[in-house]
T-cell receptor
Framework: GQSLEQPSEVTAVEGAIVQINCTYQ??????LSWYQQHDGGAPTFLSY????GLEETGRFSSFLSRSDSYGYLLLQELQMKDSASYFC??????????FGAGTTVTVRA | DAGVTQSPTHLIKTRGQQVTLRCSPK?????VSWYQQALGQGPQFIFQ???????QRGNFPDRFSGHQFPNYSSELNVNALLLGDSALYLC?????????????FGPGTRLTVL
């Protein structure tokens, strides 16, 4: 079977930095994606790591270590609009994405 | 450029009934994947359609079936509804459905089974 572990909740103040960790155990691995979902909305794509290392996109960065089956999403200069659920997702094969249970990020003023 | 659209937005059914949910992919996309998202959980893969064929299926019973039309739009059908089928049903589209593709999600259909 497959499992993805990520913290259930994180709270931080505006301007702070938050790191959301994701460890995975899956039958196959092509890459690790991160999605953001605001309450009741559509998940939106943030980043994809197929190779080890850090990918930076504006205030968000994502890291992958394939040997450790581990990745993280780094949110910098937190803003109120970043309050949302964040999901890590493993692409196990050509077609299937397997998602974690999600991390709820709450940003306080 | 229209994104992924889904209909209806909300739906209430009773146990034993059947339901059909619809999805139109993002313009230019040819692959549609369906996911079920229970409250407080991540999306769970149901199946993916490409070239009007079911290409892969997740761990869902045969009560869940689908269809893709020549214009790439898709339907998800669920028969003999159970209370546990209450969830947000998400459709995601992509091009080719390959390993490195980005999936674009629709806003979902909220299904409540009473």
């Amino acid at each position: 079977g497959q499992s993805l572990e990520q913290p259930s909740e994180v709270t931080a103040v505006e301007g702070a930095i938050v790191q959301i960790n994701c460890t995975y155990q899956t039958s196959g691995f092509y890459g690790l994606s991160w999605y953001q979902q605001h309450d009741g909305g559509a998940p939106t794509f943030l980043s994809y790591n197929a190779l080890d290392g850090l990918e930076e996109t504006g205030r968000f960065s994502s890291f992958l270590s394939r040997s450790d089956s581990y990745g993280y999403l780094l949110l910098q200069e937190l803003q109120m609009k970043d309050s949302a659920s964040y999901f890590c997702a493993v692409r196990e094969d050509d077609y299937k994405l397997s998602f974690g249970a999600g991390t709820t990020v709450t940003v306080r003023a | 450029d229209a994104g992924v659209t889904q209909s209806p937005t909300h739906l209430i059914k009773t146990r034993g009934q059947q339901v059909t949910l619809r999805c139109s992919p993002k313009s230019g996309h040819d692959t549609v994947s369906w996911y079920q998202q229970a409250l407080g959980q991540g999306p769970q893969f149901i199946f993916q359609y490409y070239e009007e064929e079911e290409r892969q299926r997740g761990n869902f019973p045969d009560r869940f079936s689908g269809h893709q039309f020549p214009n790439y739009s898709s339907e998800l059908n669920v028969n003999a509804l159970l209370l546990g089928d209450s969830a947000l049903y998400l459709c995601a589209s992509s091009l080719g459905g390959g390993a490195s593709d980005t999936q674009y999600f629709g806003p979902g259909t909220r299904l409540t089974v009473l």
